[in-house]
């Protein structure tokens, strides 16, 4: 048997390594690092359709998108709609895992139901919500109307065309978050519980002494996702409302797809993409690398 | 030990080798795949299906579907019986979504190097066509047909009209619609109103729809959703101008947005909804509007004569149709989508194009297709059909709309026309949800549309 020097068996083992990643790496290369570098090219120049090459403009598509109004409007929409969605969301999630945390012979059940809407695609559920939100026919109007009141068309308003997309929004996430909290939940030691217990701490105490701050690297990962998630929205607003009523419902995502499926003006879409881009990894960023010291991972 | 890793390795490389094969050359790669993929696929077919059309020739056709029923099956109909007569010619017909859609389809196969040699796309979409390349002037082929002049002078003048770009034809009309008036004739007796006297007129609109709005229903009904303001607007717009005039100059290149007459068309929808009270405030979507006819919560539409067998079908009380009513001037938008042939392909190619373009738009089958869709037949001697008698002497309220053609004009139509009726939609629902006045709305609409066009100047 030949004996390796320690230097062979070192790049051996990173050979081995390499090998084990490159398959990943060869698929991430294709559709994540190359379109990535393709869109920042692509955003600095002018790309319309019928045009056999893209045109280097420099930075000018970004300057238009900046002195537009259209564009701080979209950008405003997309804020607010990640703010009223994320922190329901995460609220109710919550609480739907301290329900279905309680043993009893329907948990599976309730599990299960909660859990349903996650599994829907937003396509079905944006359908399916039409109806709540239809004007004057719809659920809602409906309802309002049997109360004596004026139907609201909720989805034509700008004042309520948001929100209402939020309600539907939170409905569908919540159980996504509720299994993360569940397993956060379900990590924390009974232990600790009990002797909580022994000294005379009530439920609501054991909650917010012990479950909420043991939950604080369940917190940190969900809202992460769910603030991402937040962003990468576009299916409902294409069934719902196609961006009306003049653009109040336009979310950054819908704008890009606009912009490079209907426009068919790339070289903006591109501008757009990049955008959308720095502003996820400007919003993971900090909490990766300044919340992680403050959290306990038991 | 060994072995293993070098299996693995070897398993690992074939993985990347197969995945970065797929990734050469960027975007367009995949597209160009999966449209060769597609083409070897339809002539490996071709191949089994006879030894006698060895020679034929594959013409891809893409093709929306932008109403409710069976249309797709009818295409595919239509395509099964060109094939059959051209043993030569094997057309594919291919479902490419909606209008919409099939842009980004097209756009794609484009890039791709594979275009469809013949497709359907809305008339709107001609100057985008020409401009981009995407599809061919088609008088040389017009000239060159025996009877292509008398062809051409069949098709109702009010159609033909936005197939021109610059003087050439660069498309044939198809699927054509234009916007007539339904309205409840139960309604109007309810409240009195002679229900074979629909309204003519603006002021007769309002004066109607105060009568027939009441706790459950309101008189008027129009679709103000981004996709369908901007083609009741058009109505609205040339009924209330001083000549006639359309929102945009022939040659596609200019918008008049901003017209005195146009803020008036604009003020009066929003009278309608706020000062009559006689319309549903806010944005009523159009695929909404029927269904409220339907039940009976609205009495007058505007909406688009393809829903002519839905309604006819559905209706559970007495209903008519009627002309657009004027303000200046009667007059209504035409739409709906005309048949293009790509760029660049060879002539025996672009021979079965035009030839499936003529099969397609044959008298008797455009009538037949008007029937079973509710688009408008296209050519006048449609109208001489049997087929098109009958089926006005069953449904009157279908005549309506090939009467209208006489007035009615194209509708929106520019250069980047998604664009632009993007800008002049967003601008429209401003100013009904009150972020603007008709006047500031039409200004802000007018500017951003003229810098888009700027280029073309």
Redesign the interface.
Known sequence: MKTYTRKQRELKKNLVGWLLVAPSLAFMTCFTVWPIFRSIYLSLTKYRMGMAKPEWIGFENYMNLFQSSLFWKVMGNTLFFALITIVPSMVVGLFLATIVNRKSRLTGFVRTAYFYPVIMPMIAIASIWMFIYMAKNGLWDQFLVSLGRKPMNVLSSKKTVLPAMAVMYVWKEAGYLMVFFLSGIQSISEEVNEAARIDGAGSWTIFRRITLPLLAPTFLFVSTIALTNSFKLVDHVVIMTEGAPNNASTLLLYYIYQQGFTNFNYGVSSALTTVMLLLLMVVALPRFLSQDKKIHYN | MRKK?AL??AA??L??VV??S??GG??AAPTQAAGGAEKTEAKAESADAGSDSKEALHLTFYYPVNVGGSAAQLIENLCNDFNAENPDIVVEPVYTGNY?DT??KL?TAVQGGTPPEVFVSLATQRF?MA????AMPLDDLIAADPDGQEYIDDFLPGFMEDSYVDGQIYSIPFQRSTMVMFYNKDAFKEVGLDPEKPPTTWDEVVEYGQKLTNDNRYGVGLAL???SAQWAFTGFCLQNSENGENLMTEDGKAVMFDTPGNIEALQFWLDLQNKYEIM??????WT?LP??FL?G?VAMIYHTTGNMANISQNAEFEFGTCFLPGGKRQAAPTGGGNFYISNGLSEDRVQAAWKFIRFMTEPERAAQWSLDTGYVATRQTCFETDLMKNYYEELPQAKVAYEQIDIAKPELTTY?A??IW?ILN??I??A??G?ATPEEALKAAQEQATEVLAEYQ
């Open positions: 890793i693995l390795t690992s490389l993985a990347s995945a970065l797929g990734c960027g975007g919409d842009v980004t756009q985008t401009s981009t390349g995407m959703n981004s996709g549903a405030p806010g944005i009523v979507q909404d269904t409220q039940a919560e980047n998604a664009e993007r967003d601008n629902q401003s009904v949800v972020d």
